[in-house]
């Protein structure tokens, strides 16, 4: 029966697609007419991209640009409420809209519900008369008929499945291109048809930084968080975020408190290094399993607003976990990483940030029923990850190795040669 289902959904999806289409055509017609004219003095301009924490994150370093290359324009951003503190007070951002965006968690990516939310999200986005749009996020058909059918004259994108017929400007998705550089493409191609001039290259993270600043209250609440549980300014710690978002790109507890342990022997400036674990409110189970296994004391943070969290990773020395959003926002404060990686693909999720601030472990252990490592896509990956352990089979000696070789200042005076590592580094 589910066979069945999915046939009949893969069957009805083009039909569906080919009616919006031609349900917007006269609406397409005017704005092609409307696209012929002169852009504005005070163009508008709409992003819209519909992903979490770690997409947002890469997507920061195109609204300073923007205002840098087109400064009278008046920028809007259409994100998910689940991201919205990414760009609540980004400096550059003039107007941010949180919308629910078809979800499978919800049901509402389903049949035709998916169609009635987009017909209705389209109504709504006429009134803000934008001059030109950029759909994000690559595979997003919803996004580009989004732009379609709110007759927005200027629409750019990336020609991917079906989206390309919706955009005025389809620009290939490059194999293996950093998602920032994707992004930086189609912001280049959007100031080029607004007639604009042409983005700096090479896109590099020192030229195009990404950007999340806490506020002075975030860090102070941090700062007394911090000193409540032993801390002063000159305290030294590592920040271990083994949480994520998909199941499959989790690592073992047991590496993480293997790790904590050997970074807990390390002493800078005379002061012991402190551990600090971080995640959601639902992740305190995984925290508490590693603080469990690491024989020195340890602090647990958890439900943080993002705010706090970046307040918190900004004092860090080093940030450890998997491919996940918290990582991206490390990178964003200008913090050292390392990051695991298993079935996403590190050169297009990767930090972007300076190559010698971050190392990727990334797993060399192909699942079984996977075509390559990485796979990439995570939507293929079954609930159950136990068939999937890329990146649970990484051993923790790469990850120690990356962290000495990577970050010589932080001691690991580690005495398991098991590990690979020198015994009585000294710093």
């Given at each position: 029966?589910?066979?069945?289902?999915?046939?009949?959904?893969?069957?009805?999806?083009?039909?569906?697609?080919?009616?919006?289409?031609?349900?917007?055509?006269?609406?397409?017609?005017?704005?092609?007419?409307?696209?012929?004219?002169?852009?504005?003095?005070?163009?508008?301009?709409?992003?819209?991209?519909?992903?979490?924490?770690?997409?947002?994150?890469?997507?920061?370093?195109?609204?300073?640009?923007?205002?840098?290359?087109?400064?009278?324009?008046?920028?809007?951003?259409?994100?998910?409420?689940?991201?919205?503190?990414?760009?609540?007070?980004?400096?550059?951002?003039?107007?941010?809209?949180?919308?629910?965006?078809?979800?499978?968690?919800?049901?509402?990516?389903?049949?035709?519900?998916?169609?009635?939310?987009?017909?209705?999200?389209?109504?709504?986005?006429?009134?803000?008369?934008?001059?030109?749009?950029?759909?994000?996020?690559?595979?997003?058909?919803?996004?580009?008929?989004?732009?379609?059918?709110?007759?927005?004259?200027?629409?750019?994108?990336?020609?991917?499945?079906?989206?390309?017929?919706?955009?005025?400007?389809?620009?290939?998705?490059?194999?293996?291109?950093?998602?920032?550089?994707?992004?930086?493409r189609l912001l280049g191609a959007a100031l080029s048809v607004m007639g604009y001039s042409s983005l700096k290259e090479?896109?590099?993270?020192?030229?195009?930084?990404?950007?999340?600043?806490?506020?002075?209250?975030?860090?102070?609440?941090?700062?007394?968080?911090?000193?409540?549980?032993?801390?002063?300014?000159?305290?030294?710690?590592?920040?271990?975020?083994?949480?994520?978002?998909?199941?499959?790109?989790?690592?073992?507890?047991?590496?993480?408190?293997?790790?904590?342990?050997?970074?807990?022997?390390?002493?800078?400036?005379?002061?012991?290094?402190?551990?600090?674990?971080?995640?959601?409110?639902?992740?305190?189970?995984?925290?508490?399993?590693?603080?469990?296994?690491?024989?020195?004391?340890?602090?647990?943070?958890?439900?943080?607003?993002?705010?706090?969290?970046?307040?918190?990773?900004?004092?860090?020395?080093?940030?450890?976990?998997?491919?996940?959003?918290?990582?991206?926002?490390?990178?964003?404060?200008?913090?050292?990483?390392?990051?695991?990686?298993?079935?996403?693909?590190?050169?297009?999720?990767?930090?972007?940030?300076?190559?010698?601030?971050?190392?990727?472990?990334?797993?060399?252990?192909?699942?079984?029923?996977?075509?390559?490592?990485?796979?990439?896509?995570?939507?293929?990956?079954?609930?159950?990850?136990?068939?999937?352990?890329?990146?649970?089979?990484?051993?923790?000696?790469?990850?120690?190795?990356?962290?000495?070789?990577?970050?010589?200042?932080?001691?690991?005076?580690?005495?398991?040669?098991?590990?690979?590592?020198?015994?009585?580094?000294?710093?």
């Amino acid at each position: 029966m589910a066979n069945l289902l999915n046939k009949v959904k893969n069957l009805s999806r083009p039909v569906l697609h080919l009616l919006v289409r031609l349900f917007g055509v006269s609406g397409a017609y005017v704005a092609t007419k409307q696209a012929r004219q002169p852009l504005s003095k005070k163009p508008r301009i709409l992003l819209v991209h519909p992903g979490h924490l770690g997409s947002l994150v890469m997507t920061t370093p195109l609204f300073h640009t923007l205002k840098v290359y087109a400064p009278d324009a008046h920028v809007t951003v259409m994100v998910g409420p689940w991201s919205r503190e990414v760009l609540a007070v980004h400096p550059d951002v003039d107007q941010l809209i949180t919308y629910s965006f078809p979800s499978f968690r919800d049901g509402t990516s389903l049949g035709l519900k998916s169609y009635f939310l987009l017909i209705n999200a389209a109504k709504e986005l006429r009134r803000g008369n934008y001059d030109l749009a950029i759909n994000l996020r690559p595979n997003f058909w919803w996004g580009a008929a989004l732009l379609y059918l709110a007759r927005i004259p200027r629409r750019v994108g990336f020609a991917v499945n079906e989206c390309g017929p919706l955009l005025t400007e389809a620009l290939p998705l490059l194999s293996r291109e950093h998602r920032t550089i994707g992004y930086l493409r189609l912001l280049g191609a959007a100031l080029s048809v607004m007639g604009y001039s042409s983005l700096k290259e090479p896109y590099t993270a020192e030229r195009y930084p990404l950007h999340f600043v806490p506020t002075a209250q975030e860090c102070q609440w941090i700062a007394e968080c911090l000193s409540r549980d032993g801390f002063d300014s000159s305290t030294p710690f590592v920040v271990i975020h083994p949480g994520t978002g998909g199941a499959v790109k989790l690592w073992r507890s047991e590496g993480w408190a293997t790790c904590a342990t050997a970074l807990a022997q390390s002493v800078i400036d005379g002061i012991s290094l402190r551990i600090v674990l971080t995640g959601s409110k639902s992740e305190r189970p995984l925290l508490e399993e590693v603080a469990s296994s690491v024989p020195f004391p340890t602090t647990i943070m958890t439900n943080l607003t993002l705010g706090q969290l970046a307040a918190l990773l900004q004092r860090a020395q080093l940030v450890l976990g998997v491919d996940s959003g918290p990582l991206h926002l490390a990178v964003a404060q200008g913090t050292p990483t390392i990051q695991i990686f298993g079935p996403t693909d590190p050169a297009i999720f990767g930090p972007w940030g300076k190559k010698e601030q971050h190392a990727v472990v990334a797993s060399i252990h192909r699942c079984p029923t996977c075509p390559m490592i990485p796979c990439i896509d995570l939507d293929l990956l079954p609930k159950n990850p136990a068939s999937h352990p890329c990146t649970r089979l990484v051993p923790e000696h790469d990850v120690l190795t990356a962290i000495s070789r990577q970050f010589p200042r932080l001691l690991l005076n580690q005495e398991n040669k098991e590990f690979g590592m020198m015994e009585n580094l000294s710093i």
